[in-house]
Protein backbone atom coordinates (compact mmCIF):
# COMPACT_ATOMS: atom_id res chain seq x y z
CA UNK A 1 0.00 0.00 0.00
CA UNK A 2 1.33 3.32 -1.14
CA UNK A 3 1.73 6.14 1.30
CA UNK A 4 -0.05 8.78 -0.39
CA UNK A 5 -2.44 8.79 -3.58
CA UNK A 6 -2.46 12.10 -5.34
CA UNK A 7 -5.91 12.95 -6.92
CA UNK A 8 -4.98 13.99 -10.50
CA UNK A 9 -8.24 13.93 -12.47
CA UNK A 10 -12.58 14.81 -11.91
CA UNK A 11 -14.10 11.38 -11.89
CA UNK A 12 -11.48 10.33 -8.88
CA UNK A 13 -12.25 13.79 -7.06
CA UNK A 14 -16.37 12.92 -7.96
CA UNK A 15 -15.63 8.92 -6.13
CA UNK A 16 -14.57 10.29 -3.18
CA UNK A 17 -16.45 13.14 -2.34
CA UNK A 18 -19.01 10.92 -1.14
CA UNK A 19 -19.61 11.00 2.25
CA UNK A 20 -20.52 6.55 2.36
CA UNK A 21 -17.31 5.73 0.25
CA UNK A 22 -15.29 7.34 2.82
CA UNK A 23 -16.78 4.89 5.57
CA UNK A 24 -16.09 2.24 3.12
CA UNK A 25 -12.36 3.17 2.44
CA UNK A 26 -12.24 4.17 6.30
CA UNK A 27 -13.54 0.37 7.12
CA UNK A 28 -10.86 -0.97 4.39
CA UNK A 29 -8.09 0.45 5.68
CA UNK A 30 -8.25 -1.19 8.65
CA UNK A 31 -7.94 -4.32 7.20
CA UNK A 32 -8.92 -6.26 3.49
CA UNK A 33 -12.85 -6.87 3.37
CA UNK A 34 -15.05 -8.20 0.96
CA UNK A 35 -18.17 -6.93 0.27
CA UNK A 36 -20.43 -9.31 1.83
CA UNK A 37 -18.50 -8.28 5.30
CA UNK A 38 -18.67 -4.88 4.55
CA UNK A 39 -22.87 -4.95 4.05
CA UNK A 40 -23.02 -7.34 7.14
CA UNK A 41 -20.51 -4.82 9.46
CA UNK A 42 -23.34 -1.97 7.94
CA UNK A 43 -26.69 -4.05 7.77
CA UNK A 44 -27.40 -2.68 4.22
CA UNK A 45 -28.14 -4.82 0.95
CA UNK A 46 -24.75 -6.17 -0.73
CA UNK A 47 -25.59 -4.59 -3.94
CA UNK A 48 -25.32 -1.27 -2.53
CA UNK A 49 -21.90 -1.70 -1.39
CA UNK A 50 -20.66 -3.44 -4.55
CA UNK A 51 -22.23 -0.42 -6.46
CA UNK A 52 -20.10 1.87 -4.46
CA UNK A 53 -16.53 -0.98 -4.57
CA UNK A 54 -17.11 -0.51 -8.25
CA UNK A 55 -17.21 3.34 -8.51
CA UNK A 56 -14.08 3.29 -6.47
CA UNK A 57 -12.42 0.19 -8.07
CA UNK A 58 -12.74 1.72 -11.69
CA UNK A 59 -11.26 5.55 -10.61
CA UNK A 60 -8.08 3.65 -9.03
CA UNK A 61 -8.88 4.27 -5.52
CA UNK A 62 -9.16 0.74 -4.34
CA UNK A 63 -7.42 -2.23 -5.54
CA UNK A 64 -8.13 -6.20 -5.13
CA UNK A 65 -5.65 -7.69 -2.57
CA UNK A 66 -6.19 -11.05 -3.09
CA UNK A 67 -9.63 -14.05 -3.94
CA UNK A 68 -10.60 -16.63 -1.67
CA UNK A 69 -13.24 -19.08 -3.37
CA UNK A 70 -15.83 -20.27 -0.85
CA UNK A 71 -18.76 -22.51 -1.83
CA UNK A 72 -17.38 -22.28 -5.50
CA UNK A 73 -18.08 -18.59 -4.94
CA UNK A 74 -15.10 -16.36 -5.48
CA UNK A 75 -14.97 -13.64 -2.84
CA UNK A 76 -12.97 -10.50 -3.52
CA UNK A 77 -10.55 -8.54 -0.63
CA UNK A 78 -10.58 -4.99 -1.39
CA UNK A 79 -8.07 -2.61 -0.06
CA UNK A 80 -7.00 1.32 -0.48
CA UNK A 81 -4.53 1.83 -3.20
CA UNK A 82 -3.43 4.35 -0.57
CA UNK A 83 -3.34 5.10 2.85
CA UNK A 84 -4.39 8.53 2.60
Known sequence: MKKLLVIDNLAQLKSVSDPFRIQLLTMLGEKPKTGQMLADELEIPRAKIH?????????????????????????????????K
Open 51 to 83: YHLNELLKNGIIHVVKTEEKNSIVQKFYEPIAK
